[in-house]
Structure formats: structure tokens, C-alpha cells
């Protein structure tokens, strides 16, 4: 068994922490206080290729493995998580994209979002309907060679700048189960009918936008259903959330991290009663339980990661890791918090902002209670085990 990253991983790894050391992390609490989004911080992802991280090298990609995947989403979030937002729903529609696409879809999108000169989101959720997303109320009626869309998505990252959107919607609501008459459309963002109507306030993940949308008689050409064939929809987007999730393991271990790091060097800087509080056995212990428990994050993400390279099903993997990863995470922000002392509530120490963030991960990509149900009727099947 290796538990070593390759060269490869190793080089990609040194060069996101260099960039991230160098242009992120000193701007990160300026960017974030002022709501101005990072657009330099973009256009240097834009030069080293990571827009094109999970898009095919046939179409200008560089068709990263899992785990350098995981790898790059970890290194950005030590630095401020809010920037991997601005490229993970992105990898994870070019990747739906490049599974499911037609051959056209691939040809006019992948080589635009690959070079980042285009970019993309996800839109799922809906004022009603979030992890139920069966229940979804967006409708698409073919009218002729095109699609007309009615409805509503809310909480959807990235839409100010996604184009096209890939847009779950039902293109036949009375179909039974709801699944098969549900289908993924790419929307263009000059779409007549589309509008983004307003950006939501959030707690952190500042960076990039999270919008309600509305679709009024919106107008999308038929050529547009991913793939060509209705009712393969929500088959698409499960499988491009299965890579989502071991992209929110790995953000939640990069937040970990820093909440270690940050707690670590504080501990041996502060003196309380004549003495360094690194000394003392309480804050020891804290320590000693981040360390563990954000190792064991780590592996468990970069296992899920090796089983998707593997070709394998990685859905229970992916799942445990990301539910793992994102409570470590929490707790870890928190208990760095409490080394920090009254510091850590202060807006001027990190700390503040892994609390905000850490948050996110255990609620985006499915909640921690819907992925416990997903890890659980997988090991009740007999589909996954353990051991
Ligand atoms: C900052 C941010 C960015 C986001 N970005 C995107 C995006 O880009 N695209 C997108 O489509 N969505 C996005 N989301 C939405 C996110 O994926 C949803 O919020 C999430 O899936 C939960 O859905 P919901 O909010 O409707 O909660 P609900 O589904 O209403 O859940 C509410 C509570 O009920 C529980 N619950 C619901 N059903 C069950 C059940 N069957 N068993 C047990 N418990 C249950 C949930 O676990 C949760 O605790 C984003 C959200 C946030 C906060």
C-alpha cells in the first residue's frame, strides 16, 4: 500500500502552494471584507490551466486523476476556500459535460471552459426542492426545436459567469418515477428569458456569487439537452456529484489544515502564566486531536479519490470522505478558534473566516444526513463494504 502522492502529484502540488502562498493568501481577507470578486486571482488560474482541470486533453484540457484533483482543491483552501468555489462547480459540469455531452457539445463548449475564457456552475437546487431533487418544479416543453423553461433555482454559485448552465429541469412532469422525465439543458447565459434576479447574502464562501435565477419563458434550442436524449438527467448530475464530493472532502481538508496551522503557530507565540500556552496539556491535547482527525480526513479523501481513478464506483467512498472531511473541518476551525483565545473571534485572524467557511461543506454537494443515508444503503444492499 502507498501513501505517497507521485512526482507529478508532488510538482502540481508545490506549484498550487506557490501560487496560493503568493497571490491568495495576502489578499484573501481584503477581498473577502470588501465582497470585490478575486478577478486577478482568476486570471492567474486561467494561465496555470486549472479551468481545465477534469476537461479531456483532446479538448484543450488536462485531464487531471482524482487525486491531483483533490490535491489542487485542498492547497487552494488552505488559502481561502471561497476561490476553489469558483472552479469546483465548474470542473464538475466540464467533466458532465465531457462524459455525457454529444460530440458537438463537446467541440463548441470544452476547449472555451477549458481555457477558462468561458466558465460554467451547476443549477439544481430549487426554493422548494434541495436534497428532494425529484421534487424539482423547473419545466421544459419542447415547442418545435426548442425547449421553452419556466421556473425558479436558487443557491446557484457561480451563475453570474456560467456559460453555458447546466440546468436540471423536467421535461415531462408527469413522468413515473419523476427521474425519467428529467433532463440537464445548457443554457446560455443571453438566453431571452433567463435572468440572474439576485445574489444571495451568505455567512462566508465569499468570493464567488451564489444568485437566484429566474426562467420565464425562457427559450434554449433542443440542441442543447445534454447528451441529445430526454430523461437521462438526474442519472448525469448523481454522477458528477459523486466527483463533486471528493472536491468538497479535499476543501474541507485544506480548511482543516489551515485551522491546524493557524492554531499550531499561535500556541507556541502566546504566553499565559510566565509560559508559552503550547506548554499547557489542554491546548496539547487540541492539538493532537486536529492532527489526527485531519489525517485520517486526508486519507479517507485521497482513497475515495484513487477508487474513482480506478474506474471503480466510488460513491460510498466519495461519501464517507466527504462527510468525514467536512465535520473534521467544523470542529477543527472551532477548536482553533478556542487556541486563539478572544483573537480568534476577531475579523483580524484567519481563524474567523475557517469558521464561516468550514460550514458550507457540511451542507453543499447533499447534506451530511442525506450522504449518511446515501453511505448507509449502500453497506445495507450489500453494494458497498467495509472491511
Ligand atoms: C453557499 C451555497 C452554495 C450552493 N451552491 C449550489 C450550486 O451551485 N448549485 C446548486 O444546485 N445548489 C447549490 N447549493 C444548494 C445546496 O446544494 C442545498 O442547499 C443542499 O443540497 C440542501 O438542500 P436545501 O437547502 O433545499 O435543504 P433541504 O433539502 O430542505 O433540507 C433541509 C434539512 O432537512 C434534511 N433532510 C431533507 N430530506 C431528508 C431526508 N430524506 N432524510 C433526512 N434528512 C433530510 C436535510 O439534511 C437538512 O438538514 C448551495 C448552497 C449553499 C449554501
Known amino acids: 500500500?502507498?501513501?505517497?502522492?507521485?512526482?507529478?502529484?508532488?510538482?502540481?502540488?508545490?506549484?498550487?502552494?506557490?501560487?496560493?502562498?503568493?497571490?491568495?493568501?495576502?489578499?484573501?481577507?481584503?477581498?473577502?471584507?470588501?465582497?470585490?470578486?478575486?478577478?486577478?486571482?482568476?486570471?492567474?488560474?486561467?494561465?496555470?490551466?486549472?479551468?481545465?482541470?477534469?476537461v479531456p486533453d483532446e479538448y484543450g484540457g488536462m485531464a487531471a486523476d482524482m487525486v491531483s484533483l483533490a490535491v489542487v482543491f485542498e492547497e487552494i483552501s488552505r488559502g481561502w476556500m471561497g476561490v476553489a468555489g469558483i472552479i469546483g462547480s465548474h470542473s464538475l459540469s466540464c467533466w458532465m459535460i465531457a462524459r455525457f455531452g454529444t460530440e458537438e457539445q463537446k467541440q463548441v463548449h470544452l476547449p472555451a471552459l477549458a481555457s477558462g475564457e468561458r466558465r460554467t456552475g451547476i443549477?439544481?437546487?430549487?426554493?422548494?426542492?434541495?436534497?428532494?431533487?425529484?421534487?424539482?418544479?423547473?419545466?421544459?416543453?419542447?415547442?418545435?426545436?426548442?425547449?421553452?423553461?419556466?421556473?425558479?433555482?436558487?443557491?446557484?454559485?457561480?451563475?453570474?459567469?456560467?456559460?453555458?448552465l447546466p440546468v436540471l429541469v423536467k421535461?415531462?412532469?408527469?413522468?413515473?418515477?419523476?427521474?425519467?422525465?428529467?433532463?440537464?439543458?445548457?443554457?446560455?447565459?443571453s438566453t431571452p428569458g433567463f435572468e440572474v434576479v439576485r445574489d444571495l447574502p451568505k455567512l462566508g464562501y465569499r468570493g464567488p456569487e451564489t444568485c437566484e435565477?429566474?426562467?420565464?419563458?425562457?427559450?434554449?434550442?433542443?440542441?442543447?439537452?445534454l447528451g441529445g436524449r430526454e430523461g437521462r438527467g438526474l442519472q448525469q448530475v448523481l454522477a458528477a456529484l459523486e466527483k463533486g464530493r471528493i472536491n468538497i472532502a479535499a476543501r474541507a481538508v485544506g480548511v482543516a489544515q489551515e485551522a491546524y496551522d493557524q492554531a499550531l503557530r499561535y500556541a507556541g507565540e502566546r504566553d499565559a502564566f510566565g509560559q508559552k500556552i503550547s506548554g499547557f496539556q489542554a491546548v496539547q491535547l487540541k492539538l493532537a486531536d486536529m492532527a489526527m482527525k485531519l489525517q485520517a480526513a486526508r486519507l479517507l479523501t485521497y482513497w475515495a479519490a484513487s477508487r474513482a481513478d480506478a474506474g471503480q464506483r466510488a460513491d460510498l467512498e466519495s461519501g464517507l470522505a466527504?462527510?468525514?472531511?467536512?465535520?473534521?473541518?467544523?470542529?477543527?476551525?472551532?477548536?482553533?478558534?478556542?487556541?486563539?483565545?478572544?483573537?480568534?473571534?476577531?475579523?483580524?485572524?484567519?481563524?474567523?473566516?475557517?469558521?464561516?467557511?468550514a460550514p458550507l461543506m457540511v451542507i453543499g454537494e447533499g447534506t451530511n444526513d442525506i450522504l449518511r443515508t446515501v453511505i448507509a444503503e449502500s453497506l445495507t444492499s450489500g453494494r458497498g463494504v467495509i472491511g
Request: proline share 4%; with cysteine; hydrophobic share 40%.
Open 1 to 54: 500500500m502507498d501513501f505517497e502522492l507521485s512526482a507529478e502529484q508532488r510538482l502540481l502540488r508545490d506549484t498550487i502552494r506557490s501560487f496560493v502562498d503568493a497571490e491568495i493568501r495576502p489578499v484573501a481577507r481584503e477581498f473577502e471584507d470588501s465582497g470585490r470578486y478575486p478577478d486577478e486571482i482568476v486570471a492567474t488560474m486561467r494561465k496555470m490551466g486549472l479551468f481545465g482541470l477534469l
Open 123 to 164: 443549477a439544481l437546487t430549487e426554493p422548494g426542492a434541495g436534497s428532494d431533487l425529484q421534487g424539482i418544479a423547473t419545466v421544459a416543453t419542447k415547442v418545435g426545436d426548442s425547449f421553452i423553461l419556466n421556473g425558479r433555482k436558487t443557491w446557484i454559485t457561480n451563475a453570474r459567469h456560467a456559460d453555458p
Open 171 to 189: 421535461t415531462d412532469p408527469s413522468a413515473s418515477p419523476a427521474h425519467a422525465g428529467m433532463s440537464v439543458l445548457l443554457v446560455d447565459q
Open 213 to 225: 435565477l429566474v426562467f420565464d419563458d425562457a427559450v434554449v434550442p433542443a440542441a442543447n439537452l
Open 322 to 357: 466527504k462527510v468525514y472531511a467536512s465535520e473534521v473541518a467544523y470542529e477543527c476551525a472551532f477548536t482553533a478558534m478556542q487556541v486563539h483565545g478572544g483573537y480568534g473571534y476577531s475579523k483580524e485572524f484567519t481563524v474567523e473566516r475557517l469558521y464561516r467557511d
